[in-house]
């Protein structure tokens, strides 16, 4: 075979590997996933989702960090509810979802303010809350840390061990 022979070849095998390529992803390509329904995702983060885009300035989004919030702002929160268009019992998996973890214990130092919905200073965080806030994240993290360093147990399968 000469060389032009073996040019031509490699251009139609070429040319074959990109029509089985399209192929194959022509097939592959599923509908557009529509967007999931509120009942379908975890309430919590529904709820999350919804304070974030009534109340900006109170809930910002990542990675902005998180801010003190008002004490009592379940009260306040839950006189949004129709506005909200969420249950009192999703509204309170939203609130303790969101002061919970890291992010927001972070942001837990001792006389930071602390933000009414609207992002207005209502207060501020206390020695007291602030201590508790940095033991709840030191106590987060070991537990992270035994999690990863836990051995996982040997899988025994019939016909092994004694």
Known sequence: MGFEQLADLRDRLRAEKEQVKTETTKQRKRPAASPRKPQEQDPALEAIWRLQKHFPLAFPVNPAPKVP???GILKD???HLEKLGISQEQLKLG???WCRGGRYWAS????APRLDLNGQPAGTVTAAQALHAKQQARRQRSQMR???AKPKEPVVTAGEGA
């Open 95 to 97: 609130l303790a979802s």
């Open 77 to 79: 929160a839950e006189q």
């Open 69 to 71: 919030l008002k004490e």
């Open 108 to 111: 837990m130092v001792e006389d």
């Open 146 to 148: 035994r999690a990863q």
